[in-house]
């Protein structure tokens, strides 16, 4: 019983604030997936429904840097440069040749653009949650409760 108190008064605030910080995070990360949507959309009047594949491409080219062993900052700055080109080359490719069509084709060339690179980075890195270890301290809550 004196386990169960401890649970309640001690580690549960601090698992609370842990939980709240993590939604933060994943929210900013919507957020601004979001505001990339959105300026697109107001910029250039072109719907890219791609937008959240761009973000994910970021995070795989980041998953895989750091499995090779660069460092986290030098990884976050490759990856800021990568993307950037990779945009680049898709504005010249594709944006630039519907910029002055119909909604409809740029939704259409969009939506087959993120069919593609959802289905690429599928056989690439696979269908199973990963993420990046980022060496960073972690506290257990329940390391100490466990008998």
């Known amino acids: 019983m004196l386990d169960n108190l401890q649970l309640l008064f ?3 605030p601090i698992i609370n604030v842990q939980i709240i910080l993590e939604g ?3 929210g900013a990360v919507f957020a601004l997936s979001a505001y990339g949507l959105a300026l697109v959309w107001g910029v250039m009047n072109i719907k890219n429904l ?3 594949d761009f973000v994910i491409m970021g995070g795989y080219m980041a998953l895989a840097l750091t499995q090779v062993g660069i460092p986290l900052a030098l990884t976050m700055l490759i990856v800021l440069v ?5 945009g680049w080359v898709i504005y010249i ?4 040749r519907i910029i002055n069509q119909d909604m409809f084709v740029s ?3 969009t939506f087959g653009l993120s069919l593609l690179l959802q289905q690429v980075m599928n056989l690439i890195f696979g269908p199973e ?5 980022m060496h960073l301290p972690v506290f257990d809550a329940f390391e100490n409760m466990v008998t």
């Not at 990568?82 to 990779?86: E, G, K, P, S, V």
């Not at 490719?93 to 630039?96: A, D, G």
């Open 10 to 12: 001690v580690w549960a």
């Open 24 to 26: 933060i995070f994943v």
């Open 50 to 52: 791609a937008q959240g």
């Open 82 to 86: 990568m993307m950037f080109a990779f």
């Open 93 to 96: 490719l594709m944006i630039r």
């Open 107 to 109: 939704l259409l060339a």
């Open 129 to 133: 949650v990963q993420t990046v270890d």
